[in-house]
């Protein structure tokens, strides 16, 4: 997600720059405390639902449940956060699922209601990240917001590692514990993002609202009606329709192909963390050392060179070359990622940038778990290095074509400049009689970045 501003030649922005915003500071810390303890928390719930009923099913049921949200209404849910101060949002979602949380953590809850409480807490998790999604835009103006996302989804995928490890570790002691310490994390964020997060109007105001279903089919409409928005979300699906594949098929993958050299255990986890640990490379060093305009340029080359780095696995690899592969295609999603999400908030007119959001992170969610059970159906009947090797041909046709049909420079520049004029016209609507569109010092108005920056920052 990127500013209004178009790609600038120069060098790109410093993690000093980034850190440097008061509000990105308290955002990421936030942010990073809620994602290791939703998996400290994962790790915890599935091993105490196991210790309770002595059932794979159901621990496997009590992990999926966090996804179900996103499933049966991401996009709907994402969409309240446009109707409420993006900080309140935050907020409430986090004392929400604090809350419950803690009903989770008493000793004895039943096993249904166990499920029942969790299905509810991550009904927070759209709002929330939604919220979220829209307010760094208006928090780091530029290339500093794509340096900001970069950081964001490495930490990310590290939290991931770093949540799983030490959830199992303390819920193998004590599962309360653990899910004390998501409940303490979440009431920590809560704090951080009321007292280090500035409060704005929302995002949408009465006069613009309708039904929520009409604001939600709104969202889908701008998406994938709009050319660019439209290409970026092919580009962004098809990127995840084929990274995934080595961290879903991983356990299958090492128990049958370890073979003396390694042990299957081993191999396994080798596998599942290739893939996060070559994003994190991939965000931070292609944030932090690709020039923006360049970066734009490998748009193309990478949307290719992520499917083309498993099309190896043909050969019938070792597990630890198979990690190399996952490293490899991990990187080049990394660096495709941000840069995507920057044009397409670029292309995206204010008041939509939450329910976007939604629109993609559903989106990513299905492709994902789609790519996983299509592969795995595969799987059962085929040898696995030649599912992943020839799904992953398939994928360097698709991106092909995605590439070929990506929109030219002047189509892009057309579509920001539409939006950019949209956000304009949407902010003089609203403004107070006689303020000329600008909102005061005390209440920023939504495209507020502060002193000297331009007025329509983007997510």
């Not at 996009?75 to 949002?89: F, G, K």
């Amino acid at each position: 997600m990127v500013s209004d501003e178009r790609p600038s030649p120069e060098g790109p922005a410093t993690f000093r720059e980034v850190f440097a915003q008061r509000e990105y500071r308290a955002v990421f810390a936030a942010s990073t405390l809620t994602w290791v303890g939703d998996y400290v928390a994962r790790a915890a719930v599935t091993l105490l639902v196991y210790r309770e009923t002595e059932s794979v099913a159901l621990s496997a049921a009590a992990f999926a449940v966090s996804y179900l949200p996103w499933l049966v209404g991401g996009p709907l849910l994402a969409t309240i956060a446009e109707r409420h101060s993006y900080r309140q949002v935050m907020m409430v979602c986090d004392l929400i699922r604090m809350s419950l949380m803690l009903l989770v953590a008493i000793p004895g809850m039943p096993v249904p209601l166990i499920l029942v409480l969790l299905f509810a807490t991550t009904l927070a998790n759209p709002p929330s990240q939604a919220a979220r999604s829209a307010l760094l835009p208006l928090i780091l103006p530029g290339d500093r917001l794509v340096v900001g996302l970069s950081v964001n989804a490495s930490v990310g995928q590290a939290a991931q590692v770093v949540g799983y490890l030490l959830g199992a570790a303390i819920a193998t002691v004590n599962p309360t514990a653990a899910l004390l310490m998501n409940a303490v994390a979440f009431a920590l964020s809560a704090v951080i993002v009321r007292l280090g997060v500035h409060d704005r109007p929302p995002a949408m105001t009465n006069a613009h609202r309708s039904h929520l279903l009409r604001e939600t089919a709104a969202g889908f409409q701008i998406v994938f009606r709009t050319p660019v928005l439209r290409a970026i979300a092919v580009l962004v699906f098809s990127a995840m329709l084929f990274s995934i594949v080595p961290e879903g098929l991983a356990a299958a993958w090492a128990n049958e192909h370890a073979g003396q050299s390694m042990d299957p255990g081993l191999a396994q986890a080798v596998i599942m963390a290739a893939t996060p640990a070559g994003f994190i490379l991939g965000g931070l060093i292609i944030g932090r050392t690709v020039a923006p305009a360049r970066r734009l340029r490998l748009l193309r080359p990478l949307a290719v060179g992520a499917p083309l780095a498993l099309v190896p696995a043909l050969l019938d690899p070792p597990p630890v070359v198979v990690a190399l592969l996952a490293a490899i295609c991990g990187f080049a999603v990394a660096g495709l990622i941000p840069t995507a999400n920057g044009l397409f908030v670029q292309a995206l007119p204010d008041g939509f940038r939450a329910r976007a959001f939604g629109v993609m992170a559903t989106g990513m969610q299905v492709i994902q778990g789609a790519a996983v059970l299509v592969t795995g159906l595969l799987a059962e009947r085929f040898p696995i290095p030649l599912v992943v090797g020839v799904w992953s041909v398939a994928g360097v046709l698709l991106m092909s074509i995605v590439a070929l049909r990506w929109p030219d420079q002047q189509t892009v520049a057309a579509s920001v400049d539409a939006a950019r004029a949209a956000s304009v016209a949407s902010a003089e609507a609203t403004a107070p009689a006689g303020s000329s569109g600008d909102t005061s010092a005390e209440d920023p108005g939504p495209g507020h970045v502060g002193p000297g920056r331009p007025r329509h920052a983007v997510t």
